[in-house]
């Protein structure tokens, strides 16, 4: 059963990535590079944040903040 609703998402999945493929057209590429550079940008600040708190909680253990 739970490979048949697996199926049925990824069968959902692609009409949905063929419907915006039809309607989007020459701009296509445009799109996708927008979206893969705004989930770079996410995970790159996400990453400063992560490694901010970790560099802020190692001074406060070692008295220097």
């Not at 697996?6 to 996708?32: I, K, N, S, T």
């Not at 708190?53 to 008295?63: C, I, M, N, R």
């Amino acid at each position: 059963m739970i490979t048949l609703l697996r199926f049925a998402g990824l069968g959902l999945a692609l009409v949905v990535a063929l419907l915006f493929a039809v309607f989007v057209g020459d701009q296509g590429p445009w799109y996708f590079a927008w979206v893969v550079g705004t989930v770079m940008i996410i995970l790159v600040a996400a990453a400063g944040g992560v490694l901010f708190d970790a560099q802020a909680e190692e001074a406060v253990s070692k008295g220097e903040f």
